[in-house]
């Protein structure tokens, strides 16, 4: 979307008072042991180990934010942010085909099917972004006052009506609701794990059944060791364990935990929300729409359908033509993003289907024909309009992916749900409960302006390890080296990998 590539660049950093700042510049940038614990030095507990004997630590998780299935194009397919951002470093470094959005308006669909002009298309858009920077500058300035019952959409309706926006703009606004990674995060992936994987002992396809600390007292003393038992009854003692898991696992896998988590980590995954964004590619033999183009009038990169009045179940929806992709990368395909309750319907049709019969290619055709067919040059005789492979992601049915994508912030109801932070919910798992050996990585530990980006999952798994270096009093004022800092490479499912910290800070794997 135009929007999308423009507001990278336009997008001023944060005042340097506001709260989303500060927390950057604590997570990343300061090098002491209180900025990077987030609490006190002084409770900072610390490892005292036989000369000699190096450290066992268990990382849990499936690796950086559901990379684990990104090979067949499930994972994430952007990198958030242009500055300071390791994961953008390791794609040029590694030469991956790495995708500006072009700034060009995108093509939208009003509700009875008929393309808006390339003018109304670029004032919607434009309009939504400008309104997203507001809602940007809104929270850094004013986080501490806003209602918890107040949503981005309700802040999106204020903003339209003061600034006296016709409905039927306001209307296509509401409903259009970085960095493209054109390669995939095939080679990234390989990357983060070469200098892991071979230190480490992995226990794939294992799921991790229970998490005991022992011989703990009480919030101020401190464990002896904590035993990780696997669904294959394999029971082995750390020195530390760090949780990679999602947080929608957590939600639904308290019980792992012995004994029960600290209440306010417990309190922390309730009221954290978990996303629900899945995709469908659509593969065609020809991508029929592109002569329809020229150099005058390129392709954009994004389609929109606004809720439409010509199909029986009214979803908007939104796909990006992978044909604009720089080669050798372009592809025929129509790549659709959902989420909602659009998403768990699609889920639904598939969840008992096998992804290579006729019928799922089928089921996933006739959904999206409605949408597809009002593209230019449509031909519902030729074969090249047809598709001729189908995937759609399933996370939402996929245990180890938490039964969702990534965390979010959803509104609450005070006179229910009482008093939620969410900022200090974030920093509770942040901190974990390192008196009982046990730590939490992953995007929904990130800091605030990288929650649920593969970007904000590396920074978590990277601060984790310096604060467990700190407690074994190494130094982790450096980086932490390549293999020190991906969030739980150690499986793809919910996996174990016993890891050594070796001096200088680049044996973690956590």
């Given at each position: 979307?135009?929007?999308?590539?423009?507001?990278?660049?336009?997008?001023?950093?944060?005042?340097?008072?506001?709260?989303?700042?500060?927390?950057?510049?604590?997570?990343?940038?300061?090098?002491?042991?209180?900025?990077?614990?987030?609490?006190?030095?002084?409770?900072?507990?610390?490892?005292?180990?036989?000369?000699?004997?190096?450290?066992?630590?268990?990382?849990?998780?499936?690796?950086?934010?559901?990379?684990?299935?990104?090979?067949?194009?499930?994972?994430?397919?952007?990198?958030?942010?242009?500055?300071?951002?390791?994961?953008?470093?390791?794609?040029?470094?590694?030469?991956?085909?790495?995708?500006?959005?072009?700034?060009?308006?995108?093509?939208?669909?009003?509700?009875?099917?008929?393309?808006?002009?390339?003018?109304?298309?670029?004032?919607?858009?434009?309009?939504?972004?400008?309104?997203?920077?507001?809602?940007?500058?809104y929270s850094d300035q004013d986080a501490g006052s806003i209602p918890q019952n107040q949503s981005l959409l309700d802040f999106f309706k204020l903003k339209l009506n003061e600034k006296n926006v016709p409905d039927v703009m306001a209307d296509r606004v509401l409903e259009l609701?970085?960095?493209?990674?054109?390669?995939?995060?095939?080679?990234?992936?390989?990357?983060?794990?070469?200098?892991?994987?071979?230190?480490?002992?992995?226990?794939?396809?294992?799921?991790?059944?229970?998490?005991?600390?022992?011989?703990?007292?009480?919030?101020?003393?401190?464990?002896?060791?904590?035993?990780?038992?696997?669904?294959?009854?394999?029971?082995?003692?750390?020195?530390?364990?760090?949780?990679?898991?999602?947080?929608?696992?957590?939600?639904?896998?308290?019980?792992?935990?012995?004994?029960?988590?600290?209440?306010?980590?417990?309190?922390?995954?309730?009221?954290?929300?978990?996303?629900?964004?899945?995709?469908?590619?659509?593969?065609?033999?020809?991508?029929?729409?592109?002569?329809?183009?020229?150099?005058?009038?390129?392709?954009?990169?994004?389609?929109?359908?606004?809720?439409?009045?010509?199909?029986?179940?009214?979803?908007?929806?939104?796909?990006?033509?992978?044909?604009?992709?720089?080669?050798?990368?372009?592809?025929?395909?129509?790549?659709?993003?959902?989420?909602?309750?659009?998403?768990?319907?699609?889920?639904?049709?598939?969840?008992?289907?096998?992804?290579?019969?006729?019928?799922?290619?089928?089921?996933?055709?006739?959904?999206?024909?409605?949408?597809?067919?009002?593209?230019?040059?449509?031909?519902?005789?030729?074969?090249?309009?047809?598709?001729?492979?189908?995937?759609?992601?399933?996370?939402?049915?996929?245990?180890?992916?938490?039964?969702?994508?990534?965390?979010?912030?959803?509104?609450?109801?005070?006179?229910?749900?009482?008093?939620?932070?969410?900022?200090?919910?974030?920093?509770?798992?942040?901190?974990?409960?390192?008196?009982?050996?046990?730590?939490?990585?992953?995007?929904?530990?990130?800091?605030?302006?990288?929650?649920?980006?593969?970007?904000?999952?590396?920074?978590?798994?990277?601060?984790?390890?310096?604060?467990?270096?700190?407690?074994?009093?190494?130094?982790?004022?450096?980086?932490?080296?390549?293999?020190?800092?991906?969030?739980?490479?150690?499986?793809?499912?919910?996996?174990?990998?016993?890891?050594?910290?070796?001096?200088?800070?680049?044996?973690?794997?956590?």
């Amino acid at each position: 979307m135009e929007g999308r590539a423009k507001f990278s660049r336009m997008y001023k950093p944060p005042d340097p008072i506001s709260k989303a700042l500060q927390d950057y510049n604590r997570f990343r940038l300061s090098p002491s042991r209180e900025s990077i614990t987030g609490w006190h030095s002084s409770t900072m507990l610390r490892r005292i180990l036989p000369i000699g004997h190096k450290p066992r630590i268990c990382v849990v998780g499936a690796g950086v934010a559901g990379l684990r299935s990104e090979r067949s194009g499930r994972g994430p397919n952007w990198i958030h942010g242009l500055k300071e951002n390791p994961i953008l470093d390791l794609g040029k470094e590694l030469g991956d085909a790495l995708m500006d959005v072009p700034e060009i308006a995108p093509s939208v669909y009003d509700q009875a099917g008929n393309l808006l002009s390339t003018k109304e298309g670029r004032e919607c858009s434009d309009l939504m972004w400008a309104v997203i920077e507001e809602a940007f500058t809104y929270s850094d300035q004013d986080a501490g006052s806003i209602p918890q019952n107040q949503s981005l959409l309700d802040f999106f309706k204020l903003k339209l009506n003061e600034k006296n926006v016709p409905d039927v703009m306001a209307d296509r606004v509401l409903e259009l609701w970085n960095v493209f990674l054109a390669s995939t995060y095939k080679a990234i992936l390989d990357r983060m794990t070469k200098d892991v994987v071979p230190k480490a002992d992995l226990q794939l396809s294992t799921k991790v059944t229970s998490v005991s600390s022992s011989a703990f007292g009480g919030d101020t003393s401190e464990a002896e060791s904590i035993t990780v038992v696997t669904s294959h009854n394999k029971v082995t003692s750390f020195e530390e364990v760090v949780m990679t898991a999602p947080l929608g696992w957590l939600k639904r896998n308290s019980n792992t935990f012995q004994p029960a988590l600290p209440p306010r980590i417990q309190i922390a995954i309730k009221n954290l929300s978990y996303g629900a964004l899945e995709k469908v590619y659509l593969t065609f033999p020809l991508a029929f729409w592109l002569s329809h183009h020229d150099q005058e009038n390129p392709q954009p990169f994004f389609n929109q359908w606004l809720t439409p009045e010509y199909t029986t179940h009214h979803w908007a929806v939104e796909c990006a033509f992978l044909s604009s992709l720089p080669a050798p990368h372009s592809d025929p395909t129509l790549l659709f993003y959902m989420h909602g309750p659009l998403a768990r319907h699609i889920t639904t049709l598939t969840s008992k289907l096998d992804s290579s019969s006729s019928g799922y290619l089928t089921t996933l055709t006739d959904f999206f024909k409605p949408y597809y067919s009002l593209l230019p040059n449509y031909d519902p005789t030729s074969p090249s309009c047809s598709p001729s492979h189908a995937l759609a992601t399933e996370w939402q049915n996929d245990e180890f992916a938490g039964w969702g994508s990534y965390s979010n912030f959803q509104i609450s109801d005070p006179e229910i749900d009482g008093k939620v932070e969410l900022d200090k919910d974030i920093e509770a798992l942040r901190k974990g409960a390192p008196e009982r050996r046990l730590w939490f990585a992953g995007e929904h530990t990130a800091p605030f302006v990288a929650l649920g980006t593969v970007t904000g999952a590396w920074w978590s798994g990277e601060g984790v390890a310096k604060r467990i270096l700190n407690a074994y009093g190494l130094d982790a004022t450096e980086e932490v080296g390549d293999a020190g800092a991906g969030e739980g490479m150690a499986a793809a499912g919910v996996g174990v990998g016993k890891v050594a910290v070796k001096r200088g800070g680049t044996g973690l794997g956590a």
